[in-house]
């Protein structure tokens, strides 16, 4: 089968010096973080464009308390739905689901949220600003109360992410954290939800990946 851009897209994971892989080690620790902080609780995770699931696979593959994760990965690509899927199995993440749909429709989230953490890795940096502003204004329908957000957006000039945590802090959200490596042009941040969960409007297209 020939690699398709988005399976490639990955390949980077496969160098751990690379920038992806330094975003990734940060992601899985603000993710192991955020387990630790509510230890025998009963979780929720949706991850929007989860690719091959290297974030939430790779950490809950290292952890002995994965039974208490129900986790959805939600990716398009063929490929990636089938990476994800192998990673899983090896892993033995018996809780983790992927679902081979499209994050833009709130449709696919459905049965899956409200959510206690909702992962957007890889998606500010792949959209419109308008769809940016519309996926962070769609994720109270994606939280459960209190839950957690954790995105990624890169830094390249014009900087979106100062209008990323405006734009998040008007829809209910607190900073946690925000990492920005002076050498580096990814950032990750990791935002708790203070607001009011809404229902889920299942009609609603939120994104469209640019080509
Ligand atoms: C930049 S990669 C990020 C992957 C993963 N979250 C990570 O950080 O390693 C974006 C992923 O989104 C997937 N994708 C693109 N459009 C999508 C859509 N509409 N719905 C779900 N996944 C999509 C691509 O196939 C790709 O795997």
Do not use: K
Request: contains cysteine; proline residues 5%.
């Amino acid at each position: 089968m020939t690699s398709t851009h988005w399976q490639a897209w990955h390949e980077p994971y496969a160098d751990e010096n690379s920038a992806l892989s330094r975003r990734l080690r940060l992601v899985q620790q603000h993710i192991a973080a955020w387990l630790d902080r509510r230890p025998d609780e009963e979780v929720t995770v949706v991850s929007a464009c989860a690719g091959q699931g290297h974030d939430l696979i790779g950490l809950l593959a290292t952890r002995p308390d994965t039974r208490r994760v129900r986790a959805t990965l939600l990716e398009y690509d063929t490929g990636n739905v089938a990476a994800a899927q192998a990673a899983a199995g090896g892993a033995g993440l018996t809780n983790l689901v992927i679902r081979q749909a499209d994050a833009g429709r709130l449709s696919s989230y459905a049965g899956v949220v409200p959510a206690d953490l909702v992962l957007m890795a890889g998606v500010f940096g792949n959209i419109s600003d308008a769809d940016v502003q519309r996926t962070i204004n769609a994720l109270p329908q994606m939280c459960a109360a209190g839950a957690t957000v954790i995105w990624t957006r890169t830094r390249r000039a014009p900087d979106l992410t100062p209008a990323v945590r405006e734009w998040l802090a008007e829809a209910g959200f607190v900073q946690d954290a925000f990492e920005a490596p002076e050498d580096a042009r990814f950032s990750v941040g990791v935002h708790r939800f203070e607001g009011v969960p809404r229902p889920l409007d299942i009609t609603a297209t939120i994104f469209t990946f640019l080509p």
